[in-house]
Structure formats: structure tokens, C-alpha cells
């Protein structure tokens, strides 16, 4: 068949289409099906296969968070989501996500570093958000493990943590027993629009996925799709490298943010040690110089992980924007939705994201003001 005629092949019309299988295309099938909406995902590979599966699992609505506004409300609020999701997801997939309200210490090996600290996040003490000051000692006696080179830290005891792979197979096939269908090796070339409108997309074999909605949901590969008149912020790939080391019994409970690596204790030992901030293009390479830097700030956080077994080391992309803020709305092209650009908390965004999304697809009012988020704003 030739491949004009390829084209002229419509599937049968799916209500909404959504481009990308990571935590977004997932969240948003899962949260789209609940509500009775028929949903289809597209992805080029399988789901999960890209950045989603590769994050930390942090939960860092405050950690992450350096000053009031947009992007923390929009965490804290995707945040409060998680605890009735987990339940919802575990008990519809018969997966457990391994959630756990873990808490994140941020550690300092200078007092004056501490106090520094402290002062930078006095508005999230204004703000009534649960936070504490931990010296030498309470650090010490909270988690027995790290250096004594520690001059103390700051607790967010509300910070949580989950396994993200497990988080997105749970997505998939509660959203699947729900009625969305998943369509694994499925390579979107373009958005189809008539008259203006987004119609649905076309795949690299020329045929056409027809929608009422396209959900444009493909992580740090978003900018390859949209058209190039539409003045979007670009989204890029940020390449991170995490270590995972093992050790027969957890040496944390809490999460650790130190000055040049964070530490992520699981449940049976294991232990990420992440992350670098690369902007190498789609270069998927595990650096030596970045293991060795994460080995050795991890081992000066906690002396004991010199003896830990080094077992895996993976990279993948954050997608990025240039103000650092999800593209998360109707775009100008009426149909299309974006859902991108999420950069290093996409884990943490996914539900808040996921209800908005459902909600521009049905016409309600979505949770929060979306201005800040919108795909079509300028970037300076
Ligand atoms: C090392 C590292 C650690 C991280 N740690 C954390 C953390 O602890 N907490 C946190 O909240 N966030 C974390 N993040 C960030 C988080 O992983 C991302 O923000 C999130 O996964 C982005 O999800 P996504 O669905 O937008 O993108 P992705 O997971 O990359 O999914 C996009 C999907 O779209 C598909 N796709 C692309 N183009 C097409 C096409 N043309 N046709 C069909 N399919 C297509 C891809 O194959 C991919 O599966 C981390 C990221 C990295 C790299």
C-alpha cells in the first residue's frame, strides 16, 4: 500500500490520544479511565521506558522547593494526592508501589552552611509547612549511620518516597482494567490537525490515530513534535546518572540530601546515589568521572556504603524548560494538550498533572491557576 493511501486508514476514534508512556501518558490514562473517558496511549517503545523508570522516587515537595509560588503549590498539592492514589492504584493493580512517607534531611558539613539553610527556608516555616533544625547530635541519633564530619541539617518530615517503576506498571494496568488501551511500539511522527484543530496524530506507518484530545505527553522529546510556528518553550533533555549500591540491611530510613549527591534508602537494601545535571544532547553513556564524584560524596555522607556492592548504574533525561516550569495546559492549537517539560520532579507532579489534564479534556476548572504553566507563554 502506498503510503498516501496508508494514511487515508483511519483507526478507529479513540476520545482522547495520548503521545508517551512515562509517568504522565500513564498518570493521565489512569486518571482519564476512572472517569469513564476512552483513552488510548501511544508509545514508540514500552511504557515506561525512558526517564520515568529512571527517577530516584523522591517525593520532594519541600526539599525541592526554594521559594513560595507556582511550582510549590503545584507540588505540595500533587503531593497531599499521592497517599489515596497509592491506595487506589494498589488495590486496582495488585501492585505494591513501595510508597513510604520516608522524610528527606537536607545535611551540611558546616554550621555556618546549616544556619544558611535555615534562613533561605524561614518562608516555608511562614508558610505553616512542617520543617525542623537538626544539630550534630539529633542528626546523628535520627540516623546513626552518617559521617560525624556533619554539622547538622534540615528535616522535612513530610517528603515521601516511592518505587517508580513499580509506580508505573501499577499506572499501566489499572488504567488498562479501567478500559485505556496501551499501544507499546507506536511511533507518533505528528499531530494531525483540520481546519486548526488537533485531530488526532499519525504514526511512522502513516496511518492515523484519531482523537477528540491529543494529550502531548512525550518527556524530553516533546519539542520534536510540535509544530515548529508554535512559539512553545522548548523542551530538552538534562541528562542525570544515578549509582544503586546494596547492602544486606538498609543503612537510612530517611532520604539524604547532602552538598553533592542525594541518597535513597529502599526497603531491601538497596541505595541510589544520584544525580548529575548534564546537558549532553540524547548521549545515554554512564560517565566514569560521574560515578567516581557520586561514589565518593556518597561515602563521605555515610562511611559504611565504602563496603556496600555496586550494583547498577543507569542515565536517562529529565525534560527540561528553560524557566524550569511544567508545560501543562491547553495549547493554542485547540485539542492539543501539553504535558511536558516536568524536568526533575515529574514523579512527584504526576497526579496533580494527571487531574489537570482530565480536567481540561472534560471542561471543568482545573485545581490551580494554570497562567504560569501555560504552553504558549513566553520565556525569557
Ligand atoms: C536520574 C533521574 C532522577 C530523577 N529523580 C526524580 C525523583 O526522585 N523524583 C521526581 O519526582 N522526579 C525525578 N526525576 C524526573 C522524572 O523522572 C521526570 O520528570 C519524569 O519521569 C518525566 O516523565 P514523562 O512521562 O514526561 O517523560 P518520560 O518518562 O521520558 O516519558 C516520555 C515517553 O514518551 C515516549 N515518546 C517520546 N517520543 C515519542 C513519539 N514520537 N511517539 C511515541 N512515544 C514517544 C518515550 O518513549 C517515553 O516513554 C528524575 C529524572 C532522572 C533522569
Not at 12 to 36: D, K, N, S, T, W
Not at 60 to 68: D, K, M, R
Not at 133 to 142: E, P, Y
Not at 332 to 354: D, E
Request: proline share 6%.
Amino acid at each position: 500500500m502506498s503510503r498516501r493511501a496508508h494514511a487515508r486508514t483511519k483507526t478507529p476514534a479513540a476520545a482522547v490520544v495520548i503521545v508517551g508512556g512515562g509517568v504522565m501518558g500513564c498518570a493521565a490514562a489512569f486518571e482519564l479511565a476512572r472517569r469513564g473517558v476512552e483513552v488510548t496511549v501511544l508509545e514508540r517503545s514500552v511504557p515506561g521506558a525512558e526517564a520515568s523508570s529512571a527517577a530516584a522516587g523522591i517525593l520532594g515537595a519541600q526539599v525541592e522547593s526554594h521559594h513560595p509560588g507556582p511550582m510549590t503549590e503545584l507540588g505540595l498539592l500533587s503531593r497531599k494526592l499521592y497517599p489515596a492514589l497509592v491506595k487506589d492504584l494498589e488495590r486496582v493493580s495488585g501492585i505494591s508501589i513501595g510508597y513510604r512517607r520516608s522524610g528527606v534531611l537536607k545535611v551540611a558539613y558546616e554550621a555556618s552552611d546549616v544556619a544558611r539553610l535555615s534562613r533561605e527556608l524561614a518562608w516555608q516555616s511562614r508558610a505553616k509547612l512542617p520543617l525542623a533544625r537538626l544539630n550534630k547530635k539529633a542528626l546523628s541519633s535520627q540516623e546513626a549511620a552518617l559521617s560525624p564530619e556533619l554539622a547538622g541539617g534540615l528535616w522535612f518530615e513530610a517528603d515521601a518516597t516511592l518505587e517508580p517503576r513499580a509506580l508505573l506498571s501499577a499506572l499501566r494496568i489499572a488504567a488498562e482494567k479501567l478500559g485505556a488501551e496501551f499501544r507499546s511500539g507506536s511511533l507518533v511522527k505528528r499531530i494531525a490537525e483540520k481546519n486548526g484543530r488537533a485531530v488526532g496524530v499519525e504514526l511512522d506507518d502513516g496511518s492515523l490515530v484519531a482523537g477528540s484530545h491529543v494529550v502531548l505527553a512525550a518527556g524530553s522529546w516533546t519539542s520534536l513534535l510540535t509544530n515548529s510556528e508554535a512559539k512553545m518553550p522548548h523542551v530538552v533533555p538534562a541528562r542525570g546518572q544515578i549509582v544503586e549500591l546494596k547492602t544486606s540491611a538498609p543503612v537510612l530510613q530517611a532520604i539524604v540530601f547532602g552538598p553533592d549527591c542525594y541518597l535513597v534508602p529502599r526497603a531491601d537494601g538497596r541505595l541510589l546515589i544520584g544525580s548529575t545535571l548534564e546537558f549532553v544532547g540524547f548521549r545515554r553513556e554512564v560517565t566514569a568521572g560521574a560515578v567516581a564524584k557520586l561514589l565518593s560524596a556518597a561515602i563521605r555522607l555515610v562511611p559504611a556504603l565504602a563496603e556496600a556492592e555496586l550494583s547498577a548504574t543507569w542515565s536517562s533525561f529529565r525534560p527540561y524548560t528553560r524557566d524550569e516550569l511544567p508545560l501543562l495546559g491547553p495549547s493554542a492549537t485547540p485539542g492539543l494538550i501539553l504535558m511536558s517539560g516536568h524536568y526533575r520532579n515529574g514523579i512527584l507532579l504526576a497526579p496533580i498533572s494527571a487531574q489537570i489534564v482530565a480536567d481540561c479534556v472534560q471542561g471543568k476548572k482545573p485545581p490551580l491557576a494554570l497562567t504560569p504553566f501555560a504552553p504558549d507563554r513566553v520565556v525569557k
